[in-house]
């Protein structure tokens, strides 16, 4: 059996890499979180195999663990995920950290392992789904089980069953997952990006509310497949196009911010798709106003604003009390891991999209960029003019949507006043391009 070595901080990754090397190379893969944790194994047992970040921590990881490869004359092949400085002899690069069919590809050749080998691998024997989305399939396509206590699979539908009292029963028993063979985990993930996207696009009849649960069920899917799922980029491009034409529809029928915030905090709804869809809002105001926009502009930052801040959504969701950007990169209960996630989450995100063959034109630079930063790294201060225009109206939509919620937080009975949220936006945006896509909210319909 191979042995792989992965150097890697980046929480969501790591699971990622670990599950998919050992299921299609059939590899022992060891994971660790620093670079001089690698060379310490080393000491123990040599591996066929080192992948590494680029950069951890600071670090630059791949020039560190190449020169100990070349320095001790082992065998073992280097293949660095990201952008290396420079040129390292026998190095293979692999750019996109989320483009994983390029690096199974890359790893199957070092190793030998071919196309036929990687079909024979054994998987494991049940995938999860959660029940929110099998609960959108009028049949199921096939066998679903639960998970005893005992950790054995017992089957409770079988191909075609009408599934939704079993569900309901489960979710008053606080059963909220269910399993499918892994042979058949693309077929069910298929069956229900086609049953959302086919909703999504048939909400003629359907209320402001009603619209609103649908869109967020397209975002929860998206946002629990995005990393986990790489194999399925077409169906969630689908959802995220389907949801961002309903985003749109939202935004035209909600007279104002206050309103639309009623009805996302009567749903419950977390903070990533609150957020993105008020932000959408005012963002559509913008596009109307400024004289350069079109409807095109529209569909563009409603995609980029459903997948903008998506890295973020398991963080929120395993810490709910808190809120804003800052609250995460500032609070004790984020670990330096999750936090380094918050700092790239922009960039994360930005490298998913721009494998998405069908997401729009320049969405991926929108993403990186829409916190005024062009790499994606980070958060800015000064803002600058090196960013596009429609990164700007993204910049200043998210911080007027941040100013008014705060408000909100601070007093629930809070009457939007908009010249004063104007006059915080203008003092944290000096430059002139931006006042002037500010000075387009001054009509903006807030109450």
């Given at each position: 059996?191979?042995?792989?070595?992965?150097?890697?901080?980046?929480?969501?990754?790591?699971?990622?890499?670990?599950?998919?090397?050992?299921?299609?190379?059939?590899?022992?893969?060891?994971?660790?979180?620093?670079t001089k944790k690698g060379v310490e194994l080393f000491k123990k047992s040599v591996p066929d195999l080192v992948i590494t970040l680029n950069m951890i921590n600071g670090h630059d990881s791949a020039s560190e663990i190449h020169n100990y490869i070349v320095l001790n004359?082992?065998?073992?092949?280097?293949?660095?995920?990201?952008?290396?400085?420079?040129?390292?002899?026998?190095?293979?690069?692999?750019?996109?950290?989320?483009?994983?069919?390029?690096?199974?590809?890359?790893?199957?050749?070092?190793?030998?392992?071919?196309?036929?080998?990687?079909?024979?691998?054994?998987?494991?024997?049940?995938?999860?789904?959660?029940?929110?989305?099998?609960?959108?399939?009028?049949?199921?396509?096939?066998?679903?089980?639960?998970?005893?206590?005992?950790?054995?699979?017992?089957?409770?539908?079988?191909?075609?069953?009408?599934?939704?009292?079993?569900?309901?029963?489960?979710?008053?028993?606080?059963?909220?997952?269910?399993?499918?063979?892994?042979?058949?985990?693309?077929?069910?993930?298929?069956?229900?990006?086609?049953?959302?996207?086919?909703?999504?696009?048939?909400?003629?009849?359907?209320?402001?509310?009603?619209?609103?649960?649908?869109?967020?069920?397209?975002?929860?899917?998206?946002?629990?497949?995005?990393?986990?799922?790489?194999?399925?980029?077409?169906?969630?491009?689908?959802?995220?196009?389907?949801?961002?034409?309903?985003?749109?529809?939202?935004?035209?029928?909600?007279?104002?911010?206050?309103?639309?915030?009623?009805?996302?905090?009567?749903?419950?709804?977390?903070?990533?798709?609150?957020?993105?869809?008020?932000?959408?809002?005012?963002?559509?105001?913008?596009?109307?106003?400024?004289?350069?926009?079109?409807?095109?502009?529209?569909?563009?930052?409603?995609?980029?604003?459903?997948?903008?801040?998506?890295?973020?959504?398991?963080?929120?969701?395993?810490?709910?009390?808190?809120?804003?950007?800052?609250?995460?990169?500032?609070?004790?209960?984020?670990?330096?891991?999750?936090?380094?996630?918050?700092?790239?989450?922009?960039?994360?995100?930005?490298?998913?999209?721009?494998?998405?063959?069908?997401?729009?034109?320049?969405?991926?630079?929108?993403?990186?960029?829409?916190?005024?930063?062009?790499?994606?790294?980070?958060?800015a201060i000064d803002f600058k003019d090196d960013i596009s225009p429609l990164s700007k109206i993204v910049l200043i939509s998210e911080a007027f949507v941040e100013e008014f919620m705060k408000l909100r937080d601070q007093n629930p009975d809070y009457i939007l006043d908009?010249?004063?949220?104007i006059e915080v936006l203008t003092e944290k945006f000096k430059k002139t391009t931006y006042k002037k896509i500010i000075e387009t909210l001054e009509n903006f319909p807030g109450n």
């Amino acid at each position: 059996m191979s042995q792989i070595l992965v150097i890697s901080d980046n929480e969501i990754l790591n699971q990622l890499y670990v599950t998919n090397l050992e299921v299609y190379l059939g590899a022992k893969v060891t994971l660790v979180d620093a670079t001089k944790k690698g060379v310490e194994l080393f000491k123990k047992s040599v591996p066929d195999l080192v992948i590494t970040l680029n950069m951890i921590n600071g670090h630059d990881s791949a020039s560190e663990i190449h020169n100990y490869i070349v320095l001790n004359k082992y065998k073992s092949r280097l293949i660095v995920i990201g952008n290396p400085g420079k040129e390292m002899d026998s190095v293979i690069v692999v750019p996109n950290s989320y483009n994983l069919q390029n690096l199974i590809r890359s790893c199957a050749k070092e190793l030998g392992v071919t196309a036929k080998d990687m079909a024979e691998k054994e998987m494991p024997q049940y995938y999860p789904i959660e029940q929110e989305f099998l609960s959108k399939l009028r049949e199921v396509p096939c066998s679903v089980y639960i998970q005893m206590k005992n950790g054995n699979y017992t089957m409770v539908a079988k191909k075609g069953d009408t599934i939704g009292e079993t569900i309901k029963q489960f979710v008053k028993e606080g059963i909220t997952t269910l399993y499918v063979n892994s042979l058949d985990r693309l077929l069910i993930i298929n069956m229900i990006s086609l049953s959302i996207v086919d909703f999504l696009k048939n909400t003629e009849g359907l209320d402001t509310t009603e619209k609103s649960e649908a869109v967020k069920t397209g975002f929860n899917f998206a946002s629990q497949s995005f990393t986990t799922s790489p194999e399925v980029t077409a169906e969630i491009v689908n959802i995220a196009n389907a949801c961002t034409k309903v985003m749109e529809e939202i935004v035209n029928e909600t007279p104002s911010l206050k309103k639309l915030l009623s009805i996302l905090n009567s749903q419950r709804d977390g903070y990533v798709y609150t957020h993105s869809i008020l932000a959408a809002y005012v963002s559509n105001h913008i596009i109307r106003r400024v004289s350069w926009g079109g409807e095109s502009h529209i569909e563009k930052i409603n995609f980029v604003l459903f997948f903008h801040d998506i890295m973020l959504a398991p963080i929120y969701l395993k810490h709910p009390t808190l809120k804003y950007e800052e609250d995460l990169l500032f609070s004790d209960a984020l670990n330096d891991k999750e936090k380094e996630v918050v700092l790239n989450h922009a960039r994360l995100a930005a490298e998913v999209i721009v494998t998405y063959k069908r997401a729009p034109i320049g969405a991926d630079l929108l993403i990186k960029q829409h916190h005024g930063i062009t790499n994606g790294i980070g958060f800015a201060i000064d803002f600058k003019d090196d960013i596009s225009p429609l990164s700007k109206i993204v910049l200043i939509s998210e911080a007027f949507v941040e100013e008014f919620m705060k408000l909100r937080d601070q007093n629930p009975d809070y009457i939007l006043d908009v010249k004063k949220i104007i006059e915080v936006l203008t003092e944290k945006f000096k430059k002139t391009t931006y006042k002037k896509i500010i000075e387009t909210l001054e009509n903006f319909p807030g109450n």
